[in-house]
Each structure stands twice: as C-alpha cells, then as structure tokens.
C-alpha cells in the first residue's frame, strides 16, 4: 500500500476510534489514538501482520483493541504512554518558548501596529489621536505598564515626548510602513528604558514591579517544589525495584503479586522522573539566566547615574543604546517569568498521570512487600560495584571505554537512556541503573552500560541476541519505546507520521502560549495525588508552595506589576 494510501486508512482508524471513545465518554487526542494504535500493532500478541493490508476484520478488530485499552482506567501502562503524549506536545527547549511567545504578542500588536503605519492623519486632532495610538503602543509592546490607567499612560507620554515630540509626526508620516515599524519599535524600547531608570531614581516606573526580587523568590520556590516531587518519585522507583527483586529470586510470589503490573507502575514512576528532571534542568537555566541579568541590570543603572548626575545636558547617543539595553534586559526578565509559569504548569500536569499507583498498590500492601527487603538508591547500587571493572584482557573483539583513557566520558549517549541491557533483557523489562565507571562497551557505533561485572560480561558475549530481547519487551509494552529512547528501532514500522513524537512544536503548545493571558503567569499547585508514596516518613504531608504570580506582562487592571501572593498553608494546618 502506498504510503499515502496508508496513512489515509490509519487517519480513518483513528476517527472511529475517537468517536467510540466519545460515545463512551473518554476524550482521547488525534496523537493518543495514533500512538496507541502503534501500541496495539507492535504487540505481536495481537497478531497483526504489517506486511499485508489490513482487511476489514483486521480493523474492527484493530479499533475494538484500542478502544478497550484507552477506557481502562487502571492500566498503568495507558497512563504513562498519555504522560509521555502529553509532555511531548507541550514541551519544547526553552528558545522555541520563547519565540512563539514573542510570535503571538507580535500578532496581538498587529492591529494597532497597522493603525499607526496606514495612518494618515492631516488635522490637528488626527494627529493628536495617533500619538496616543503610538503611547498605547508603546504600553502594549513592552507590557510595563496598562493603556487604560491615566497615571501611566501620563507618564509614558511624558517620557515618549522627550525623545519623539508631537511635531515629528510629520516626519514620522512619510517613511515607509517598514520604517515605521521599526522607529515604533525603537521608541518602545527607549520609553521602557527611560521609565525603567526613573522608577530606579524614584523619579516614576508607576505601576512597575521589579521582576528580578519577584524571580529571585519564585525561581527557588519552584525548583524546591519539583525536587521534593522527585525525590518521591525516586523513592516509589526504588521501592518498586527492590520489591521486583525480591520476586525474580522468589517465583512463587508472581503468582500473586502480578510482578508484570508492577513494572508498569516502575515504567511510569521513572517516565515521571525523567520528565521532572528536565523541567528541573530548564529552571535551573532560567535561575543562570535570571543571575546573569539581574547583574548586568545593575551595572546599566549604575552607568546611567553616572552619565546623568555629571552632566546638564547628556547626547542621545550616549543614552538612547542604553535606554534600549535596559529595555531589552528587562523582556529578558519577562520571558524568564513566562517559561517559570510555563514549566511550572507542566509539573503539575503530569502529576495526573499517576493515579493508579494508589489504586493498584496500597500502602499498605507496599510496606508488607517491603519486608525483609533492603531498599537500595540509585547511587547505593553503584557504589555497590564501583570497584567491578571489564578486564580488557578478556575480550579481544569488543570495544571497551573507561573515563580515564575516553575524552568527554560523561557525554556519551548511553542505550536504554542507562539502565542495563543485561537486566532489561533477562529480566523481563526490570530497570537498573547502569555504571559507567565498570566499562561502556561500544557495538556497532552505540553505548552500552551494565550494573555489574557480570552483566556486562554476559552481553557483551552476544550483544545481539540481548538487543533482540529488548526490542521484542518494548513490542509488548510500547511506552518502553519513549522510556528507553528506541525511536530509531520502531518510527518506520507504522507509517503514521501522528505517532512519531519529540518532532516538533505542536498546535497545543501554541494554543497554550496564545490562551496565556497576563493574570495566567501563576504558579498554582492543586493537592497532590496521593498515588506517589514515599519511604521516608511524614515527607507526604509538607505543605505544597501555593504561589500566585500575577499580571507581569500588563492588561486590563491599572497596575500592571507582578502580584505575589504565598498561600502555602503552615505545616500546623495540614
């Protein structure tokens, strides 16, 4: 079948399966059905055969599969591949945020923009009612400030008419539309600077806040709230692999423990990790970012006090780069402020992803699993074999790489995002976390990491076979596909180029961006689900931050400063 053909039939598919979703309620993205479709297919327990055409039994049988896994509402497996959907269709690097952020202001600023440059004013009042289009301008562009309180609007027009007077409208009516669009972005950044260093000298800055202090308190509130989200699921993660542990050396538990269940619930709580460790590392950035600008903002204060205070008269030459210096540091800070909302909202969306932890395995039956076993961290383990090296002796084919004979060691793109193919492969899907420092083995141009010697040992003997192995558990369970970064392996079984994730920004991450509003840059972190447990006593009840940060980049309220208000209930209270 062509491909096009192909991909028309799988769109077909997914339309019956949305609408019988609906009909029972269940609201499923395009891409959900698309992946789950994948899912389905992949798992040879379901007998398709992608080497022929699908008959018409093949699809009722095909939609019926998918229906039924995206109404179970206690499958584990559905809710971490709706999590790894979810997080690629609302996440992206933090420069691709920020240009469609400043994409969808440009195209709120395109009706009075074009108001402004296909004007063509003659009459005294004409031109007095373009000036104040140009102030409003001026407001909406930098967002310092509302166009409909009076005090600030005096004031912007105050500081416009020192660098652009009223009787250089003329001028400014004869340039081209592309010249004025660029003199009106000019002017907005020099009035943003000149009220920036007058809220600085106490001369004005009505109804700005200074967005570093604000940032300074909103960044580490954050970071804090996401790292205790991570250490509890780290916790679950190690709870749940010590417990799989104890049943690989004891069959006769899998008869009752349903251990396949439990893997699920391992896949999901380490998606979940891995997804808040990369929002961590994105706010760590934004702090970086946020430290750097707050000192260069000083330093541009500082030289503009020097230059005022020794002069009566200063050249615009001198001061105009700096105005727009200023104003460009301070859309820095704004931008910072939007991707801390942004990443900020994400963190706890995920969160709904993990609600059958509680339902599958209680507590309750978690502390009984737990007894008489030792539950080790990630970094217990591997401390536990550092001293376990590959003896190159023993291998003259393979490849071996250690970090004192590598260069740039701790950048190689291990396999299996770390964990150990050994245990992966002979265990069913068990995930353990690698250890660079016992060898990396190099096959056929990948990296391969093992949790001990023997492991390694054994793989590297026939490195094949273990990778078949692998590939045929992520058959079973498709969301081992994202979890273990084996895209390469399965994106040209299913042409379905829906299904094919971490592509592109997608329309939901636009919508996102255009349906933020400037009361919307709140951090707002509702009760957690109780679903993730956690070893450590008492760690469940401390209050979540509750911080609001409001109205940052203007609006319609008069002031347009950030608002912050802590919520967070005191640990007495809850």
């Not at 590959?390 to 299996?416: C, G, M, S």
């Not at 498709?478 to 970064?485: D, G, Y």
């Amino acid at each position: 079948m062509p491909p096009t053909q192909s991909e028309s039939v799988i769109k077909n598919i997914i339309r019956e399966i949305e609408q019988e979703c609906a009909s029972y309620g269940e609201v499923a993205s395009d891409t959900l059905i698309a992946f789950m479709v994948k899912a389905v297919v992949l798992d040879p327990s379901n007998g398709f055969n992608m080497d022929r055409t699908l008959i018409k039994s093949d699809v009722e049988k095909l939609v019926k599969l998918c229906v039924n896994r995206l109404l179970d509402s206690k499958n584990p497996s559905l809710d971490t591949i709706k999590m790894q959907v979810y997080f690629d269709m609302n996440y992206t690097n933090r420069e691709e945020f920020i240009e469609e952020h400043h994409r969808i202001l440009e195209s709120k600023l395109d009706f009075v923009t074009r108001e402004i440059t296909d004007n063509r004013a003659c009459a005294q009042k004409e031109l007095e009612s373009l000036y104040r289009k140009i102030v409003s301008y001026v407001l909406l562009r930098t967002g310092v400030g509302s166009p409909t309180d009076i005090k600030i609007v005096r004031e912007a027009t105050a500081a416009l008419q020192s660098v652009f007077p009223q009787a250089e409208l003329g001028t400014f009516l004869s340039l081209s539309k592309k010249d004025k669009e660029l003199q009106l972005k000019e002017l907005s950044m020099i009035v943003t600077g000149i009220r920036l260093f007058n809220r600085e000298t106490g001369k004005g800055g009505e109804g700005i806040e200074f967005l570093p202090d604000i940032l300074h308190e909103a960044i580490p509130a954050t970071a804090q709230h996401i790292d205790s989200q991570l250490q509890i699921a780290q916790d679950q993660a190690y709870r749940y692999t010590a417990i799989l542990e104890k049943v690989t050396n004891n069959p006769l538990l899998s008869v009752e423990l349903k251990p396949y269940m439990l893997k699920e619930l391992l896949y999901n709580v380490r998606q979940y990790e891995i997804f808040l460790k990369i929002i961590l590392s994105e706010i760590i950035t934004c702090a970086q970012e946020v430290k750097l600008m707050t000192k260069q903002l000083g330093a541009l204060l500082e030289q503009l006090k020097m230059n005022v205070s020794s002069k009566t008269a200063i050249p615009t030459s001198q001061v105009f780069p700096i105005f727009i210096a200023l104003s460009h540091l301070w859309i820095g800070f704004q931008d910072e402020t939007v991707l801390i909302g942004i990443l900020s909202n994400l963190t706890t969306n995920l969160e709904r992803f993990l609600g059958t932890h509680e339902i599958l395995f209680p507590e309750e039956a978690i502390q009984d699993l737990l007894r008489e076993v030792t539950v080790k961290t990630d970094m217990y383990r591997l401390k536990e074999h550092m001293e376990e090296r590959v003896h190159l002796v023993d291998f003259r084919k393979q490849e071996w790489l250690f970090p004192e004979t590598t260069a740039n060691f701790d950048k190689l793109l291990i396999q299996y995002r770390g964990f150990c193919g050994y245990t992966l492969a002979t265990t069913d899907g068990l995930l353990l976390p690698g250890n660079p420092a016992i060898g990396i083995l190099k096959h056929k141009e990948k990296y391969y990491t093992f949790n001990s010697r023997s492991a390694a040992y054994s793989f590297a003997e026939n490195p094949e076979h273990y990778i078949n192995l692998i590939t045929e558990k992520a058959k079973k369970n498709a969301e081992l596909i994202q979890l273990l970064e084996l895209h390469q392996q399965f994106e040209t079984l299913i042409p379905c180029s829906e299904a094919n994730l971490r592509q592109k920004v997608t329309h939901s991450v636009q919508t996102d961006l255009s349906h933020m509003r400037r009361e919307n840059y709140s951090q707002v972190y509702p009760t957690r689900n109780a679903a993730t447990q956690s070893m450590r006593e008492g760690s469940t009840a401390v209050p979540r931050p509750q911080i609001y940060i409001a109205g940052l980049r203007g609006g319609q309220t008069k002031t347009t400063y950030g608002v912050k208000v802590n919520l967070t209930r005191a640990v007495d209270e809850t």
